[in-house]
Structures are given as C-alpha cells and as structure tokens.
C-alpha cells in the first residue's frame, strides 16, 4: 500500500501565505513525480503544479510567480504559497505517480486539505 497525506491547509487572509506538505509512504521504490491539484466549490479538480523525478516543473498560470513547489527527502513535496487571492480557496490534493517495490506504476491521491482565503 502507498498513501498520500497532506498537511498546512488553513484560513488565511487575502495577500498571505501557507505552506503544504506532501508525505508519501509504504512499499515505494521510486517516486516519478508529485504534483498538487486543486478543487474549488462547483468546479473540477485542476492542475496547480508539478514536479518531476528530475526536478522540471510546471505550474498553472494563475499561480505562476506565487506558487513554489518543491520536493524535500525522502518522499516529501511542498507547496509555497504566497499572495494568496479568496480565488485561490479550494481542497488542495496530493498527487504521485509512484513506482512499488513490486515494479508496479500507479497513480495515488491524498485525501486533500482546505485552503480558504478570506478577510
């Protein structure tokens, strides 16, 4: 089993900061890429950012210059945010693609963690 846990969701003030956290554990041999996914109240999940084994990244426009993702030891993965907006709130989800010790690649989620903005 591999699971996906999130941490640092909060209440913020527009123009603040939060910081989340990704930990991966159980049977992973090799983490492919983590990513962090968004889902705002009535509308579809949505890419944020994502970084890959080799350290390229990608982010959504809307986060571009805001947004920092980062990978730390092991099986972590954080996301800098900084200048949140009230659009910005949403459940932040973990995403990784992770190979196990049984060679087998698969997709895994976290069960998310709110992110609200607002004065």
């Known amino acids: 089993q591999v699971q996906l846990v999130e941490s640092g969701g909060g209440l913020v003030q527009p123009g603040g900061s939060l910081r989340l956290s990704c930990a991966a554990s159980?049977?992973?041999?090799?983490?492919?890429?983590m990513g962090w996914y968004r889902q705002a109240p009535g509308k579809e999940r949505e890419l944020v950012a994502v970084i890959s084994e080799g350290g390229v990244i990608n982010y959504a426009d809307s986060v571009k210059g805001r947004f920092t993702i980062s990978r730390g030891n092991a099986n972590l993965a954080y996301l800098q945010m900084n200048s949140l907006k009230p659009e910005d709130t949403a459940v932040y989800y973990c995403?990784?693609?992770?190979?196990?010790?049984?060679?087998?690649?698969?997709?895994?989620w976290g069960k998310g963690t709110l992110v609200t903005v607002s004065s």
């Open positions: 995403n990784a693609d992770i190979t196990n010790i049984f060679l087998a690649t698969m997709d895994y």
């Open positions: 159980g049977i992973i041999s090799r983490i492919n890429r």
